[in-house]
């Protein structure tokens, strides 16, 4: 069976390993001309104040792609400047996602805040060479002293501090003398500016916050302006791509570098960030959902967060192609999710092997079968890949099915089980359905009675009797008990970043992300299954066994993806008709 191809409506499929980007052409030229010695040197910068998620595998596979194919190399660098937000069990999970990803920084793994007496020298210079200074205005103040889009800012009654009040103030407000927000210190640069950014930023405050790394150590934390352009130079990276969105910081970034003395000055530039429909890439929002339990945690498998999607059974290839694919560019777009779904099914499709499992079981007696006789019946491990092999299925008188693969009154076009219907069971027989129990409270259907055919054996009639339903199928009692969860998009809403006044995004949550599947029968060769196994079950898609939740004897699994399902197709053919 070929991998269904869904309709992506606003993204071109490119083949992977094939996509080229603009970052390419810049650093081809930069070799050309012989710039920083021919070297390639980028760095993945996370701060650790969340786990990272599919958007920071754009930025992952992009700095250290980068650096894999130009022979160059790629740190890992923590920005953390923020004490107040930043933890070590962050730490921890971005180095676990970043290696499970497939990518190696060996032993270049540095942290912002090993920078901080370089930066504090830094910062001294700039003060002595009149280009910085302290200021004392309030936060408010500093605020309408700013300026507007449209109205200049004005400047700062501290702004012409002599430089010995400003060392002498910023030695003082390093050794603790201020409470936080009584001072910060300032680039002098031009409170006129049309870049706001430029309007004196500040690149010091004081916050008598405890850093996970530094301890107390410090009391003033150096601002991301200052802090990023300066921990580039320092590794000596040559090539320091970021998001869009710091565009308007690029000119302080070269202005930091400009006006110190440096040997390195990297070259920022900017591309696109990945946002995805359905979901939300922001860890501001992540973090909500996680802390107001809207999710079960951080690897919960409906989130986009790097350990949710392994806990769902994403693989490392299929999000690295699947990167590979959006390529890299200048404009901001949405990714349709289901171009992620389709490179997971695409890179599961030759790996998972397959396998029978009903969701919703139906049990099914065939009556013309010996009470106490079972066999064994050969079945493909994986059709895309011989090498995988066969394995036995248990067959006997007693089976499960799916209970939407039969139709008391079937419509036009379906073409499993109904009343004196013959279907083929998958790697097993022809059967026909001879009778059927019901409830005599509920009406609902709860058994059926069929009849097989032996000479059908294996799924083939000797006659060459066709049958247009192929079902699959679990004998009782050999089947395992086992959990599914099944999974839906997070949010109704293609975009939940767009909300309406006075909404909030979790409005668009979407009520049925989850449904919890607790009766579920699998065939016996599953009882082998370790955590984070993957497997196709027939006709339903791919499931892996849920790593945190799943013991040896209390199975459980969940839903990675669907296959197509052309039946659904179908029916919505039929309901746009309105037949
Ligand atoms: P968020 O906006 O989700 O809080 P962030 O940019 O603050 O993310 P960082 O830890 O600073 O998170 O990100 C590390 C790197 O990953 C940065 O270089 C950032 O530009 C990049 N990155 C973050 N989100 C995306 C995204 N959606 N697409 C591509 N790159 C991203
Ligand atoms: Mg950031």
Known sequence: ??????????NKI???????????????????????????????????NGYLHIGHAKSICLNFGLAAEYNGRCNLRYDDTDPSKESIEYVASIKEDVRWLGFDWQDREYYASDYFEQLFEYAVQLIKAGDAYVDSLSAAEIREYRGTLTRPGKNSPYRERSIAENLDLFERMRAGEFKDGEHVLRAKIDMASPNMIMRDPT??????????????????????????????????????????????????????????????????IEFARLNLSFTVLSK???????????????????????????????????????????????????????????CVREDLNKCAPRVMGVLRPLKVV??????????????????????????????????????DDFMKNPPKKFFRLAPGREVRLRYAYFITCVDVVKDPDSGEVIELHCTYDPATRGGDAPDGRKVKGTLHWVSAKHAIAAQVRLYDHLFVKENPNEVEADQDFTAYLNPTSIEILADCK???????????????????????????DARPDALVFNRTVTLRDTWAKILKAQKKKGT
């Not at 069976?1 to 606003?10: A, F, G, Q, V």
């Not at 405890?210 to 200052?226: L, V």
């Open 284 to 342: 501001r929002k992540l973090i909500r959902l996680v802390e107001d339990g809207h999710v079960s945690g951080w690897d919960d498998p409906r989130l986009p967060t790097i350990s949710g999607l392994r806990r769902r059974g994403y693989t490392p290839k299929a999000i690295r192609n699947f990167c590979d694919r959006i390529g890299v560019a200048k404009a901001d777009s949405t990714v349709d999710m289901a171009l992620l779904e389709y």
């Open 522 to 548: 699998l065939e016996p060769s599953l009882a082998a299954a370790k955590p984070a196994d993957l497997y196709q079950f027939e006709r339903l898609g791919y499931f892996c066994v849920d790593s945190k």
């Open 1 to 10: 069976m070929k991998t269904p191809n869904p309709s992506i409506k606003e």
């Open 203 to 268: 690149l010091y405050r004081i916050r008598h916050v405890s850093h996970y790394r530094t301890g107390n150590m410090w009391c003033i934390y150096p601002m991301y302006d200052f802090t990023h352009c300066l921990s580039d130079s320092i590794e000596g990276i040559t090539h320091s791509n970021c998001t869009l969105e710091f565009e308007s910081n690029r000119e302080i970034y070269d202005w930091v570098l400009d006006h110190l003395e440096v040997d390195c000055h990297p070259q920022q």
């Open 366 to 403: 065939i009556d013309n079968y010996p009470e106490n006789g079972e066999e064994a019946l050969e079945a493909v491990n994986n059709p895309e890949d011989p090498s995988m092999g066969t394995r036995n299925v248990p067959f006997s008188r007693e089976l499960y099915i799916e209970q």
């Open 14 to 48: 490119a083949e992977p390993g094939g996509s080229t980007n603009f970052i390419k052409h810049i650093i081809e030229e930069d070799l050309k001309a012989g710039k920083n010695n021919g070297k390639v040197l980028t760095r993945f910068p996370p701060e650790p």
